[in-house]
């Protein structure tokens, strides 16, 4: 359903309606299951989940393995694969209309019924780690016992840092980051298990644990890498008494209550969005010849790096902070639409506005505009973003070119970041890249579990191309 066009009938549409209304009623009975069960690990509820989603595939494989799910057109082929229904992924599934999914939970329902640091504050990412793995909204004891599992992984060896020490201090933080999870990566359960010939049935279980320790691990060496660059190299241990989230701001340098809530909506909202993006996509791809955690992550991170990926957070800040020297602070609405053509005239793309897959504003936007709303309505880059909103859709609209000119998560995230005191911009990616392991590393586990293959798609020449569409107009 999520790959229909807007031009879909309308029985396609009550159809649609009908499967958020199970997937609503489905999330209330996973809260129902979760709350009533006492069990605080992770590894204990997964084992007596993983023999149930064998055999659900298994009966998927043998009652509909030859059902098609569309056609391919050449477009299709050239224009990035995209539309074309080829993975299984899990943990997310996201509409064109309503945005992403977490196990059938949107953005909002996420904030309802996961638990918080504080009443009323934003979800844990621990929560969201449970979730994505089980398809169960956690209790508060179980993200507690969560969060005190993580802190006791998130240990890291010397040589990572040493490894880290290596580089230049000016090379690119993304790079630092791909090259500490590198370093990493010796500590690999899963390799050493392969290595003495681990039954496949049971490769889920060092894949779990390479995951959870890398998801535990990543604050530690981001933080690192954040104050080796910016901070004189004056490192932040970890406080023992803090969740996730709140201990990677901790570790940043940033104490303040409002950067910990924002910091645990970042790291939760970031995580995962299906399996189709570079990132995960090339997590699932490197898993799937049987690479560890650490190095499908890695390369996932490499993915994440790219422009029109994960560093388009960094992109949407710079862009906004020259709009403010050009035109100042009170520019105003038809100024700002200058602006906005005069970039666009100039070969260049407005970042933060349009989605691959979204057809409207991206509920991650959403969300982070109600918490600056809420915390930082007066700030100045916070009121441009909000002209920006009013401003770029109707310009991108009278553009034609563009299918979804509504602003998408990168276009908020850099104006709160930057409110609290983190304004290098360069390092905002690496924060995206601690966010998205939780969702590719759940993946992970999944695949490993469920004894998904060797990824291998057909590729042809344009040559193949030519000759097949010629054959097939002679055909007609």
């Not at 993975?87 to 599934?93: A, K, P, R």
């Not at 390799?191 to 490769?203: F, L, M």
């Not at 909000?386 to 998408?408: A, I």
């Amino acid at each position: 359903m999520v790959f229909f066009k807007s031009s879909v009938s309308l029985l396609s549409k009550l159809r649609s309606q009908s499967f958020r209304q199970n997937n609503l009623c489905n999330s209330v009975r996973w809260l129902q299951i979760q709350t009533s069960s006492p069990d605080l690990d992770l590894h204990s509820q997964l084992k007596e989940l993983i023999p149930e989603q064998q055999d659900r595939l298994k009966k998927l494989k043998s009652e509909y393995g030859k059902v098609q799910l569309g056609n391919i057109t050449v477009d299709m082929v050239l224009g990035g694969m995209r539309g074309m229904t080829g993975l299984l992924w899990e943990t997310s599934l996201l509409d064109p209309d309503e945005g992403i999914r977490f196990r059938g939970l949107s953005i909002p329902e996420c904030q309802k019924v996961l638990p918080a640091a504080k009443p009323g504050g934003e979800p844990l990412p621990e929560g969201l780690l449970w979730l994505l793995l089980t398809g169960k909204v956690p209790t508060k004891e179980q993200v507690d016992s969560l969060s005190k599992e993580l802190r006791s992984r998130a240990t890291v060896p010397d040589h990572v840092f040493k490894t880290i020490d290596a580089l230049p201090v000016s090379a690119h933080p993304m790079t630092q980051f791909t090259t500490g999870v590198m370093a990493l990566q010796v500590q690999s359960e899963f390799q050493k298990a392969y290595e003495k010939g681990i039954h496949k049935s049971k490769y889920w279980e060092p894949a779990y644990e390479d995951s959870l320790s890398l998801i535990a691990q990543l604050p530690v060496v981001a933080s690192y890498i954040y104050r080796r660059i910016y901070k004189n190299g004056q490192i932040i241990p970890m406080d023992d008494s803090l969740d996730y989230g709140g201990n990677f701001a901790h570790m940043l340098g940033f104490g303040s209550p409002e950067m910990k809530e924002l910091m645990r909506l970042y790291v939760t909202i970031h995580t995962d969005h299906e399996g189709g993006n570079v990132s995960a996509h090339t997590g699932h791809l490197v898993g799937s010849a049987l690479s560890d955690p650490y190095l499908s992550f890695a390369a996932a991170l490499n993915g994440l790096a790219g422009p029109l990926h994960g560093l388009a957070n960094q992109e949407v800040l710079l862009w906004i902070k020259s709009v403010v020297e050009e035109c100042g602070e009170n520019i105003t609405k038809e100024q700002l639409k200058d602006y906005v053509w005069k970039t666009l005239n100039s070969g260049k793309v407005v970042p933060g506005f349009g989605h691959g897959v979204l057809r409207k504003t991206d509920p991650r936007y959403t969300c982070q505009r109600e918490f600056a709303l809420k915390h930082l309505p007066d700030d100045p880059l916070f009121q441009l973003v909000s002209k920006l909103y009013e401003v770029v859709p109707p310009v991108l609209t009278e553009l034609g070119k563009v299918k979804n000119p509504w602003p998408n998560v990168d276009a908020h995230s850099g104006v709160l970041l930057n409110h609290y005191g983190l304004t290098e911009a360069r390092y905002y990616t690496v924060l995206f890249g601690v966010s998205r392991a939780i969702g590719i590393c759940s993946q992970l586990i999944w695949d490993r579990a469920l004894g998904l293959p060797l990824e291998r798609p057909k590729s042809v020449t344009m040559d193949w191309l030519e000759n097949y569409c010629k054959k097939a107009a002679a055909q007609n």
